[in-house]
């Protein structure tokens, strides 16, 4: 079956960066078919959008599904201080609470409009796979996709790591688990990546045996990275060399690999990650709340680098809306390298097309013929886009908004602002019930 979504502007973010106003889009059997304007294509059926903007779904290249359950802890501490405060409260997930903050953190992003979330799951108190099983079931009940990660730490106080040794993992246990793992991916729905935390938790052995297994498994690999400049100052003290120096030795310089926050890499170091084709998680809301910095975004892809959006945990950055980061980019660019140091389009391609190139993708992120029907529907007769001539640059300059309308694959997940195979207050209420047990 066939349907045309009619009386649109439609942002495609395909190669030549087209936009069609009161134009449209044909889908059929999860694919897009084309986008136009003017004469409509016949399809088996017309929906009127309204005059509201469509753009591809937006992509979440980095987040923490777990830690809503513990959000605005820590409110004056850095990375290192948040951490401290907050790992001897996580260690007391189970596969229950998981459920329930990915079912709430998968909702959230859908209502902003994210089709496609990855999830950086690192702690694993009781070890196994349970909680990566959990919350792709919750996933798969919302509708959206999920890039889920078997991540790890290993690196515990007592050996100089920053996690209590009670939540740390043996290495073989790990790489064990993160082989089971590969077994839960199911095509584009459901994909698995490797993800040890970061060299302030993962051992020199783990960082370099995940990366060979991630490889032989065909595997993307994905860490946290110089988000911080006390990570420097540890990697100086504990590894005699600086973060980059030390994941380049242990092969994580690579186009299968990208990383998250990246703020202090400094000239050399955007220069080797546009050298080696490393991707960037850029989580703008999360730096500024941590006060790690502003990531050199502008600089990243003047050299060539993949660059996407991701909003980071609920417990570094309290609202896990993919818009707002959209909105955050534009501001801390602009922030860091004056007003044409970033577009509104350029800022939307980061967490669309770019997200997608982050994760390796190119069947989502854009909406060309062959692409898979990933896209959002945003009103633009509410209150706050009144008078915006430019309907792109209103929607991104007052975000955050609830998405509209949502399809992934072209099936519809939110529809008039709220969840189509889940219901909102249910989802809070328990994720509300749970996260009383991480409240002492």
């Known amino acids: 079956m066939s349907t045309l979504f009619a009386n649109v502007h439609v942002v495609t973010m395909d190669d030549e960066r087209n936009e069609h106003p009161g134009g ?25 959008l309204g005059g509201a903007v469509l753009t591809p779904g937006l992509i979440n290249t980095h987040h923490h599904l777990w830690q809503n359950l513990t959000r605005a802890r820590a409110q004056d501490e850095n990375l290192f201080g948040w951490l401290q405060a907050l790992y001897p409260v996580w260690a007391r997930i189970d596969a229950e609470a998981e459920y329930a903050a990915a079912r709430c953190g998968l909702a959230e992003l859908a209502l902003s409009g994210c089709t496609t979330v990855f999830d950086h799951h690192y702690l694993f108190p009781n070890g196994g796979n349970e909680l990566l099983e959990v919350e792709i079931r919750a996933a798969r009940e919302l509708g959206v996709r999920i890039v889920a990660s078997r991540g790890s730490m290993d690196l515990g106080e007592s050996d100089g790591g920053l996690p209590p040794d009670a939540v740390v993992e043996d290495r073989d246990d790990v790489l064990a688990a993160t082989e ?20 302030f938790s993962v051992t020199k052995e783990l960082m ?51 990383c998250a926050h990246c703020v202090h890499l400094g000239e050399a170091g955007v220069a ?49 809306d993919l818009f707002l980061e959209v909105k955050q980019a534009l501001l801390v660019a602009r922030a860091r390298g004056g007003p044409k140091a970033m577009t509104v389009r350029d800022a939307l391609r980061l967490g669309t097309r770019g997200s997608a190139a982050v994760l390796g993708r190119d069947d989502i992120g854009q909406l060309a013929a062959g692409k898979r029907a990933d896209f959002a529907v945003w009103r633009t007769d509410g209150l706050e886009l009144g008078g915006a001539a430019d309907p792109v640059a209103g929607l991104v300059f007052a975000g955050p908004h609830r998405v509209d309308r949502l399809y992934v694959g072209g099936k519809e997940v939110v529809r008039d602002g709220h969840l189509v195979r889940a219901d909102e207050g249910e ?14």
């Open 24 to 48: 449209w889009l044909l889908v059929a059997d999860g694919f897009v078919q084309r986008a136009g304007a003017g004469t409509r294509p016949d399809a088996d059926e017309v929906v009127d």
């Open 180 to 199: 089971d793992a590969a077994k839960l991916a199911d095509s584009a729905d459901v994909q698995i990546a490797v993800a040890p935390c970061s060299p």
């Open 208 to 258: 370099r045996e995940s990366a060979e297994l991630a490889r032989k498994l065909g595997l993307k690999l994905h860490t946290h990275l110089v988000e911080t400049v006390e990570e420097e100052e540890f990697a100086l003290q504990k590894f005699g060399c600086t973060p980059l120096q030390y994941v380049e030795e242990l092969g994580w310089l690579a186009e299968d690999v990208w």
């Open 272 to 320: 080797e990650f546009g050298r080696h084709d490393v991707g960037v998680a850029h989580c703008p809301s999360s730096n500024m709340r941590l006060g790690a910095g502003i990531a050199p975004v502008r600089e990243l892809l003047d050299a060539g680098v993949r660059v996407g959006l991701g909003v980071d945990g609920s417990a570094s950055n309290e609202r896990g």
């Open 427 to 440: 989802i809070a209420r328990e994720q509300r019930r749970q996260a009383e047990r991480f409240a002492a």
